[in-house]
């Protein structure tokens, strides 16, 4: 099974489908650890995201992390494809300048805002929670 991560255009980093080459290894990695598997698309616009999201659901995906950019922010048709993809999703905000008005896309299971690429990283480790494979991840466990 995997995750998916879907990427708006003009975010302000660049690299493999919109991320750096580094933090798709680093994710890549996470959830191999976790017998999962990470499917990264960088989106041009909003129709683009909305397409993907109609396939994500029903096609072996188990999470999705979105980063709808800050001026998707609350956008109708990203919001109603969402409500319809039937899979948990963290809304991430790569440069924290979410619209400060404007509340997530959709029904998120969290949001993480701010923490640059990072937040990528920070969103698969809820996700991998999420899913129960927190500790497959981590080398120490609480009750070692």
């Known amino acids: 099974m995997s995750i998916a991560i879907l990427t708006a255009p003009g975010d302000a980093v660049r ?3 919109g991320l750096p080459k580094e933090i798709v290894s680093q994710l890549v990695g996470r959830a191999s ?6 499917a ?3 989106c041009r616009d909003v129709a683009e995201m909305v397409e993907c999201l109609r396939r994500v659901d029903g096609k072996g995906t188990e999470f999705l992390l979105l980063d709808p950019g800050a001026r998707r922010c609350g956008d109708a048709a990203l919001g109603a494809a969402l409500d319809d ?3 948990p999703y963290i809304e991430v905000h790569v440069d924290g300048i979410r619209a400060a ?3 997530p ?4 299971l969290d949001v993480v ?3 640059g690429v990072q937040g990528y990283v920070l969103a698969l480790s809820i996700a991998l ?3 129960g494979c927190a500790e497959c991840e981590n080398d120490v466990h609480p009750a070692t």
């Open 85 to 87: 993809v039937g899979v």
């Open 113 to 115: 805002d701010g923490y």
């Open 101 to 103: 008005a404007a509340e």
């Open 15 to 17: 690299g493999v489908h």
């Open 40 to 42: 990264v698309r960088g």
């Open 105 to 108: 896309t959709g029904h998120p």
């Open 129 to 131: 929670e999420h899913l």
């Open 33 to 38: 650890q976790a017998g999962r598997t990470v």
